[in-house]
Nanobody
């Protein structure tokens, strides 16, 4: 079984920074896309940033220039560096990863979520 374990959330003042990590463990043959989503109270979950196995990245417009997604393929870990945080970034942040257990079996998993709270 593959598990995703997130860390790095917390409370920060506006303008501050946080770094989220999401590590995948278990039997992994290959890891494809790794993404960060967030869900604020009363809102739908939205894609914040994604990164492919080759390192191509994409961001939602509201975080461009402030957030940076990266990954360490040797550790099956994805990171989200969040700078110049704003109160509207407050949400539960989830990582999502797609990959393969074997040549014939794939997975798409969510992490447990980590709370990010930005005070004004």
């Amino acid at each position: 079984q593959v598990q995703l374990v997130e860390s790095g959330g917390g409370l920060v003042q506006a303008g501050g920074s946080l770094r989220l990590s999401c590590a995948a463990s278990g039997k992994i043959l290959s890891m494809n896309s790794m993404d960060w989503y967030r869900q604020a109270p009363g809102k739908q979950r939205e894609l914040v940033a994604g990164i492919t196995s080759l390192g191509y990245t994409n961001y939602t417009d509201s975080v461009k220039g402030r957030f940076t997604i990266s990954r360490d393929n040797a550790k099956n870990t994805v990171y989200l560096q969040m700078n110049n945080l704003k109160p509207e970034d407050t949400a539960v942040y989830y990582c999502r990863a797609e990959g393969r257990y074997s040549a014939h079996n794939s997975f798409a998993l969510w992490g447990q979520g980590t709370q990010v709270t930005v005070s004004s």
